[in-house]
């Protein structure tokens, strides 16, 4: 009979990668060490394979297809990000018996033989699995793109998870990738709910998972954790398995939170119990991230199409209306393509949303979009000026 033997949560922000001047090193640091913790864990638990949940920023899924939940079940599991590429070893029994299981419970499961998976996978691979020779199942679920499964429909996902690994002889690690609080791309970036934060650990550290799995997904979209989905996934295959936090980091726009879950270990919870219930404004729907209105599905498509491809971005840079009628744009997304490339506007401190989110992009898409656009002009100048020296 197979057994969960080790479970964990950790973040697995960007900037890990990246670290822009814009980040505070130590934090980024400790983060990473926290993570090699995790590592350590499964030096001491040795697991047979690792299912990794995690989530997609419009790098993988786009709005021609948008799964709820995903199984990711190729020969290999491959993910890129930053220039770093990453081919692990799929543990195929077990996701084709899961994914047949999962349908035949009640879950439309939707599946991928060659999906390349984003930073929310690569950081897993990159600082906790690392070097160590331990076949994946990675399983996505859509946080960014609602409608959202709701965090009981998550648990329940978890729970019919548990059914496939206890009918298989394999010891499993459960690794949940994401949270928390963070608004990536929204006028309130700069504005994480930390305490919100915080009052959840207290819970996590006690296994009081239920105040989580209580809420509802606009109410974790209100305090910018719709990316702890992953984590109450991880709930539903583990119970009431209280939780040990190694770090939480408050970063100046995101809460960075690594935590491990380990069966028949847990450390008395210190300080008084946090209160019963979050304060919710509960102001109605989702107030960050919202479904794309399909009027606007050729502005997107241009987002993540620039993502992807090099030749269009420097289309782009050299003459973006251009580009902007090629796609279809309408006049007022028009009048703003200019300002992908404007690193004057500051997405990330103004209070308020960019020219574009504005007139119907998605803002997560957009923010990555930005990210590769202006590094992109950067990369030109940069030439253009050593040219003009020599």
Known sequence: MGQIVAAMATVHAPQLFTRPPSEDPAQLDADIAAMGELGKVLDETKPDLAIIVGSDHLETFFLSSVPTFAVIAGKSTIAKFAGR?????THLPFAEQMLDELVHNGFDMAYSQD?????????????????RKIPVVPIFVNTYLPPLPTPRRCEQLGKAILKTIQSRPEKVAIIASGGMSHYPGTWKYSQPAFDFDYWAIQ???RGNHDVLLNCTVEQLDEVGNTEMLPWLIMFGMIGKQPGELITYQPTWHH??????????RSAAAAGAAPAPQWDFENKGGYQFYKHPDP?????????YDLRHEQPLRLALLKDPKAVAKNYGLKPEEMARIDTLADESIDVFRSLKDHPLVEVGAHPLGLLMCLVVVQAEGRRLKKEQQQAVSK
Not at 117 to 128: K, M, N, P, R, T
Not at 257 to 264: D, T
Request: proline share 7%; hydrophobic share 50%; glycine share 10%.
């Open 255 to 264: 809460g960075h939170a690594v935590m491990r879950f380990i069966p028949g």
């Open 115 to 131: 999906a390349e998976l984003g930073h929310s996978f690569a950081a897993v691979f990159e600082w906790v699995l690392g070097k």
């Open 85 to 89: 590429d990453y081919d692990i070893p």
């Open 203 to 205: 819970h996590m550290e």
């Open 295 to 303: 009027a606007s599905y050729p502005l997107n498509k241009l987002i």
